[in-house]
């Protein structure tokens, strides 16, 4: 059936060096090593032993960030993780205060996360009317409620046995156990959502989740299983987190659902759905941790550091429009 | 099906307003029976001083919800007018408690001009527009403090305005509420809004200019975060720059237990009040029903889910029985 | 046009007070620090030494009392001082900052805890770098540190608040306890000193702690705590808050309902001024605190007195405080450990209507 | 425009005239040179095959488009629209085939939506609630107009855009497809409205499919075709088939090159198809190479019936048999692995990732096929798509191309390729192929039908075209109100006796 015309449609992918040297994930890695490059000239205590050493308090946020970086491609948000990083570890340090053996107690906290997850993505499967953020806001809150009650009017708690958990922040050599965790999942998670059908399905999912369905993808069961997935690595998150404070309170993990929303944006994510590549949301958490890392070494105000990112993040997704604005300019004077 | 029950069923399901009245009504009455003064005025006027921010902050909040947006970054803006009032009253600049309210007003109206450009003309997703200005203004709030606060004696005068007892909440209270009634049901402005939120595209077309509307509901939730901020430091006697953090959860959360949509258009001002008096009467109610106040969020969050899923739920049975009537 | 008119005004209004507050900030410190300075002599002991403290978060006036006195200390001594306002008053927060300072490579570093056992952790690493650790304020764990600057011993401030609350109950009814964080050890350690006390001297018997209730150190939270404590306790007689944010909050609750409640506990002058005093008028007629402003000096010099090695940090070591009222110090045992030490700044100092309005300007 | 031809305008009574108007979007001229005249009064009928021009052309007078040449001249002045709101208050007004109004809000507050009625600074609800009643009583409705609009019916969602343009002070009310989504009892109530409208003087220009509607309601009818003005004609002096000639251009026969193909054994067939509210009882079946054509009005429950089969919404009963074996269809992906292959009516939200490219697109559905293990295949994927886009003739540069680029009968064949690519197809479904579709891309498109016919494919073909049903199909079935009315061969099926079928 060969076609009448014999017109012939090209397969080849041509110029792919010169998207991807264009492509906002090159551009955050040009930004990342200008932060390293910054950092070097303001703070001479700026070395790799030294970055390492101030790192593992930011990097379980990133655990958190992958799994976000899925669900924004779905074109869904989840701001409840920050209450699942509070509920997995205090429900995973009462655990440890009744003496449960150390593998339960790290059983405990992945499986809480789970469980929430779990439970965003049936109502969000079952109730698709509804927006994920009305969803998770009424979860956000839920879980911090059982938090709080669990944690009684104390309204912290703290580890007993610190020394099993001390594994989990050990050093090899400079580099803390936690960064070569964060790489593992990280790979795994930028290769499923860029590699695999299952990653495709969500940019199709993101982009028309109509034409996902009559394409045959169960859009309903997929999106149960990334509110799953994402809530699995808050409970992971919580656990890096008790590694380093050895506790948890009503306050643990306030704000982490922004942070890490904040860095998938910065990194390219698109909160529309169906754009954006993980590479570059991994990148971007880098490049927050590392500036806020330079930043810190010249003691500026903790709370300017915080002023610096949301501008960054807002500079970052206003480029396009910034772009576009420059292009109608231009299209203007040449009509004129 | 006859008639008339349709008629009932449709009535009370159809106007939200009815359905959280009756929802209100029963959770006082239960209330009622279990501690008889709770319904004293000393108490409701509590209720009201205590809840004064967020029902404030409300009105602005279901203005940016009806154009199908969210603010998160209110109570940044809100510490960030606090705290430049506290200032302005601790190096003695000024003391007039019109003035501040004017300036804190001002303040939040630029913060929230600014959300607004860049929300329509830089057509940024509004959570990640608000979520950069929420660190921004409450980083600022802190820079500017130089961690100083203001102390009750640097505000002594001005915080007898918003005293416990003192009238100056519940008049601005008051005040908001009817002029926001009147501007979303009566003017121009206010049906545009809707327009906007419905359907942005015919609102387009039958000559709304969408961008200028979008624009001035961002101002308009900045000026009230601002004049909240300034409230704030008069009823606790105090500004510091972590004051309110987190809190903008709750308002959004009166907006959506109020009946509003968060994909925009539907909503009313009477809906947010008693959204927001649900809330406030609910964290009042807990510890006279034995529950200690930390059993507050649980409950508040379970309320927000039934609320909504059961929206949902009513109007799948509306669905199917309007499916039903079609005769084959 | 009005819609421009209206913008313009606005945006006018917002750089006003922009450009305006920061001015204001500096303009305080400079004046503040002159008055203090001309008094003190110093004997050049930091030269060359960088030293840092860590407060327990920023946007609170008792922890810039202290880090101003820390650094009017170790300047005037010549060495350079650092100070980190925490994010948050979280653990967590101060965990980011003291690695921070590792890194920066301090010769000490002083720390006003969140946690009794979260810095562990980053402090066994600091003082493996060689870096001196000591606490101030609220203490860490004895072994995480080398002493701890004791503002009031625990026990002299549990036996004054216990005898405050004793004084202003008429020697029995219902009192309640408004604290910081739970987490906070300073508070705790009073509060179990309180409890204490009053079991041993059956003189107490008839005080009825009915709650501890916790603030957060956050004003609302501490607001919202203290009403909830007055409507589930009618015959509620006294309340005692241990904290600057707290007794500050259920200060202006109790003054605005007028309510026969009466109130104690740890303030700073400045905050509390508003409501010290006898009469009806007034929430609360007296409370105790010490100078943030001395224990922020006493961590410097203890500081200089590690790195010069002159103290180890065992018990009964003794170093010179530059012109302190009580200089020379000696380190006292933690409770009855031998190996533990810290240094108590002196005993609680009360605070009632007469010589509120002249410390209200110190600090 | 000089003064002779405008007085001679004034004495022909022509209140709207269109002259040389262009119109060019990316890729395609969707109006080249066309002319248009109405007379005062006069109800005007505007016909075309689909994709023809006709709803570029309204939006041009409507003001949503700005033409690149041409003039448009409003009771002889020259006059030029920057955007809707203009030419609505020249008194001109649009009721669009889906109407685009505010769902969650009250029926008045439709009607009024930027021409409020107001008292100082404050909305006037008491009268302007009245007068919509009285709006709406002049059309006569039967509902209140407190009601939401998204509560409302097709029908009376329409009457309420009516009732917007009256309240407007229209002068020329413009109708696209206004019997389109309307029961019989439903089109004759707009009969009498467009009367009614007429006797007040106002001017109507409606687009429709339906002759009937022409006959009943029009005095003139303007015929366009691919773009292109054919001629204005009185609409007792041509008959229909000349009208059909003029709107299609050569002879129904050889538009359609409908092969003669042995009719193989039995491949889908569905018994006693129900679900409340959209169909009841379906039963029909499809067998080898043959072409079996489902028609009847919209709302008929044609397409909800081909989304039950497969799998797309879930059925109250009803069995499906795929050669005799019975298949059991939860979901969508149950009927594509049996080889029941939809192309779904709304190309552009169901068919197509319009921001994708055109490769991936095709290789949606099968990309697990082609890949090794879990990891996607792109080489072979680019290879599949290549091969399959150019069997269907798809006019692209590269597979990469986003298929927005892409006119609509372009977009058609990639939807085309996607379901040839499902190598176990055997029987295919195709709702609506050539709406919006150029004339040129439709002939391939039934050319595809006849090649997929002549492979023993079984098709379906779901279609309100007329002359298309007629002109493909070996059998058709006739739906009305959810239920099959009939089932006509070839041979003995005619234009007369499907509509019958069609109208209850």
């Known amino acids: 059936m060969a076609g009448k015309s014999g017109r012939t449609i090209s397969a080849e992918p041509r110029g792919t060096v010169k998207k991807l040297l264009f492509s906002w994930e090159s551009a955050m890695v040009l930004v990342f090593l200008g932060v390293i490059l910054l950092g070097n000239v303001i703070s001479p205590y700026y070395t790799l032993k030294n970055v390492f050493r101030e790192m593992p308090k930011y990097l379980s946020e990133i655990f958190i960030m992958l799994a976000m970086g899925y669900i924004l491609v779905l074109g869904d948000i989840d701001i409840s993780v920050g209450s699942i990083v509070c509920l997995s570890a205090t429900l995973a340090c009462i655990a440890d205060n009744a003496g449960l053996p150390f593998v339960l107690v790290v059983l405990i906290c992945i499986l809480t996360g789970l469980a929430c997850g779990c439970l965003n993505g049936f109502i969000a499967s079952h109730f698709t009317e509804l927006p994920t953020m009305i969803i998770t806001l009424g979860t956000q809150i839920i879980f911090r409620g059982i938090a709080e009650v669990s944690l009684g009017p104390g309204g912290s708690i703290s580890l007993q046995n610190k020394d099993a958990i001390k594994l989990l922040s050990r050093k090899i050599g400079i580099i803390p156990v936690s960064f070569f965790v964060v790489l593992v999942f990280a790979l795994i998670f930028i290769v499923v959502l860029g590699r695999t059908t299952f990653g495709r399905k969500l940019y199709a999912i993101g982009s028309n989740s109509t034409a996902a369905k009559y394409a045959g993808i169960d859009v309903q069961k997929i999106r149960w299983i990334v509110f799953t997935v994402a809530g699995t690595m808050a409970g992971v998150c919580a656990l890096f987190f008790l590694a380093s404070t050895y506790g948890a309170s009503t306050t643990t993990g306030q704000g982490f659902e922004m942070e890490v929303i904040a860095m998938c944006v910065f990194g390219g994510i698109a909160t529309t759905g169906g754009k954006g590549k993980l590479i570059g949301g991994f990148f971007a958490a880098f490049i927050i941790v590392c500036l806020r890392i330079a930043l810190g070494q010249i003691n500026m105000n903790t709370q300017l550091i915080l002023v610096i990112i949301g501008a960054m993040l807002i500079v970052s997704v206003l480029i396009p429009a910034i772009g576009n604005a420059l292009r109608l300019a231009r299209k203007k004077a040449e009509k004129a | ?328 | ?363 | ?504």
């Open chain 3, 1 to 363: 046009m009005r819609r421009k008119t209206v913008s313009l005004l606005l945006a006018a209004a917002m750089m006003t007070s922009f450009a305006a507050a920061p001015v204001f900030a500096e303009e305080i410190e400079t004046e503040e620090a002159t008055q203090e300075e001309a008094e003190h002599v110093y004997t050049n002991a930091a030269d060359g030494m960088t030293l840092a403290i860590v407060t327990k978060a920023a946007g609170n006036p008792y922890n810039e009392k202290e880090a101003e006195g820390f650094t009017e200390v170790v300047e005037g001594e010549g060495g350079t001082v650092v100070v980190q306002h925490p994010e948050s008053a979280t653990a967590d927060a101060q965990i980011a900052v003291i690695n921070s300072l590792i890194s920066q490579g301090v010769d000490a570093i002083a720390v006003a805890a969140n946690d009794t056992n979260a810095l562990s952790a980053v402090l066994q690493e600091a003082m493996d770098e060689g870096i001196k650790i000591l606490t101030l304020d609220s203490d860490v764990a004895p072994e995480d540190r080398a002493t701890f600057c004791n503002q009031a011993g625990v026990q002299e401030v549990g036996q004054s608040l216990i005898d405050a609350v004793y004084d202003l109950t008429g020697g029995e009814g219902q009192y309640a306890i408004l604290s910081a964080t739970s987490q906070a050890t300073n508070q705790n350690a009073w509060i179990e000193a309180m409890k204490a006390i009053s079991e041993e001297d059956e003189k107490y018997a008839s005080l009825d702690l009915v709650e501890v209730a916790y603030g957060d150190d956050e004003y609302q939270k501490s607001t919202d705590q203290t009403e909830a404590l007055l409507q589930k306790y009618p015959d509620l007689k006294v309340i005692c808050a241990p904290t600057t944010v707290g007794i500050a909050a259920a200060a202006k609750v109790l003054q605005d309902q007028k309510s026969e409640v009466v109130l104690t506990g740890l303030g700073l002058p400045s905050e509390m001024a508003e409501y010290i005093g006898d009469d009806e008028e007034h929430s609360c007629p007296y409370m105790f605190l010490w100078n943030p402003i001395d224990l922020g000096r006493l961590a410097a010099y203890t500081a200089i007195a590690l790195v010069n090695e002159t103290i180890t940090g065992a018990i009964d070591d003794e170093f010179e405080a530059g012109d302190m009222e009580s200089s020379p110090y000696t380190l006292t045992a933690v409770g009855d450990s031998e190996e533990f030490s810290e240094i108590i700044l002196g005993p609680p100092f009360k605070f009632d209507p007469e010589n509120i309005e002249e410390w209200k300007e110190v600090y």
């Open chain 2, 1 to 328: 099906m006859n008639k008339k029950e349709n008629g009932i069923f449709r009535k009370i399901t159809g106007s939200r307003e009815a359905s959280l009245l009756i929802v209100l009504i029963i959770l006082l009455a239960l209330i009622e029976l279990l501690q008889p003064s709770f319904l004293a005025p000393q108490n409701i006027a509590q209720i009201f001083r205590n809840n004064a921010l967020t029902m404030l902050m409300a009105l602005g909040m279901l203005c940016v919800m009806l154009t199908a947006g969210i603010d998160i970054s209110i109570t940044s803006v809100l510490a960030f007018s606090g705290m430049t009032i506290g200032l302005l009253q601790k190096y003695d600049v000024i003391h007039n408690t019109l003035l501040l309210f004017l300036i804190g007003a001002a303040i939040g109206a630029v913060c929230g001009m600014l959300n607004g450009l860049i929300i329509s003309k830089g057509k940024v997703a509004p959570i990640i527009c608000t979520m950069g200005f929420m660190y921004i203004w409450r980083g600022m709030a802190y820079v500017i403090s130089n961690n100083a606060w203001a102390s009750a004696e640097d505000v002594s005068g001005f915080s007898d305005f918003g005293k416990s007892g003192a009238p100056g909440p519940y008049i601005i209270l008051a005040i908001a509420y009817v002029i926001f009634f009147i501007v979303m049901k009566w003017t121009r402005f206010g049906r545009r809004i809707y327009a906007v939120g419905s359907n942005a595209e015919a609102a387009r077309i039958s000559g709304i200019n969408v961008d200028k509307t979008i624009t001035l509901v961002y101002t308009i939730m900045g000026l009230l975060a601002g004049i909240t901020g300034v409230l704030s430091v008069s009823i606790y006697g105090s500004a510091q720059p972590n004051m309110q953090y987190g809190k903008e959860m709750d308002v959004i959360a009166a907006c959506v237990i109020g009946g509003v949509a968060m994909s925009g258009g539907r909503g009313t001002v009477v809906g947010t009040f008693m959204g927001a008096l649900i809330i406030a009467v609910i964290a009042k109610a807990l510890p006279l029903v034995g529950l200690d106040s930390l059993w507050q969020n649980l409950v508040k969050g379970i309320i927000i889910l039934v609320v909504v899923i059961l929206n949902v739920v009513t109007q799948r049975v509306m669905d199917r029985r309007a499916l039903a009537r079609r005769e084959m």
């Open chain 4, 1 to 504: 425009m000089s003064d002779i031809e405008a007085s001679a305008a004034q004495q022909e009574d022509i209140i709207l005239e269109l002259r040389g108007i262009t119109k060019i979007f990316p890729g395609v001229k969707a109006l080249n040179n066309v002319h248009f005249q109405l007379r005062r009064g006069e109800v005007h009928a505007l016909m075309g095959e689909n994709g023809a021009g006709k709803s570029t052309f309204i939006k041009v007078i409507t003001g949503v488009h700005e033409p690149e040449e041409g003039q448009i001249f409003l009771n002889g002045q020259e006059v030029h629209f920057r955007n809707p709101k203009d030419a609505s208050a020249m008194g001109i007004a649009a009721v669009y085939q889906h109407p685009t109004s505010y769902a969650q809000l009250s029926v008045t507050e439709n009607i009024f939506m930027g021409h409020e009625i107001m008292k100082g600074r404050m909305i006037d609800w008491a009268a302007m609630n009245k007068e919509a009643q009285a709006l709406l009583e002049r059309l006569n409705a039967n509902f209140r107009v407190t009601e939401e609009m998204g509560a409302l019916s097709v029908a009376q969602q329409q009457m309420v855009e009516i009732a917007k343009a009256l309240s407007t002070g229209a002068k020329i009310v413009i109708l696209d497809e206004p019997t389109a989504a309307l029961t019989a009892n439903e089109s004759k109530e707009l009969y009498r409205i467009v009367d009614q409208l007429r006797d007040e003087g106002v001017s109507v220009i409606f687009i429709s499919h339906r002759m009937e509607d022409m006959y009943r309601l029009a005095t003139r009818v303007t015929v366009f075709r691919d773009s292109q003005y054919i001629g204005t004609y009185d609409v007792d002096k041509i008959t229909t088939a000349d009208l059909i000639k003029a709107m299609v251009g050569r002879e129904i026969s050889d538009m359609y090159p409908k092969p003669e193909v042995a009719i193989g054994g039995e491949l889908l067939r569905i018994e006693n198809f129900s679900r409340q509210g959209f169909f009841k009882d379906v039963s029909l079946n499809v067998h080898a190479g043959e072409i079996v054509g489902l028609t009847g009005l919209v709302g008929a429950g044609r397409t909800e019936t081909m989304e039950a089969v497969c799998g797309i919404t879930k059925p109250d009963s009803g069995k499906v048999y795929l050669e005799g074996r019975e298949l059991s269809i939860r979901k969508p992906k149950d009927a594509m692995k049996a080889g029941i292959i939809l192309l779904p009516e709304d190309r552009q939200r169901q068919g197509l990732i319009l921001k994708w490219g055109l490769g991936r697109n095709v290789t949606l559905p099968i990309q697990e096929e082609m890949a090794n293990s879990v990891f996607n295949n792109e080489k072979k994927e680019r290879q599949v798509a290549r091969e399959y886009l150019e069997s269907v003739d798809t006019k692209a540069v590269t597979i990469f191309d986003a298929a927005s680029s892409l006119s609509g009968g372009n977009q058609q064949k990639v939807v085309v390729a996607k379901a040839l690519a499902q190598k176990n197809m055997k029987v295919v479904i195709m709702d609506e192929p050539t709406k919006g579709v150029d004339v040129g891309a439709k002939a391939e498109i039934y050319a595809i039908m006849g090649d997929l016919a002549k492979q023993g494919y079984g098709i379906i073909l779901i279609s309100s075209e007329m002359p298309e049903i007629l002109g493909m199909s070996d059998r058709i079935y006739a739906m009305c109100k959810g239920r099959i009315t009939g089932c006509l061969d070839r041979s003995e099926a005619t234009q007369e006796k499907i509509l019958e079928l069609s109208m209850e």
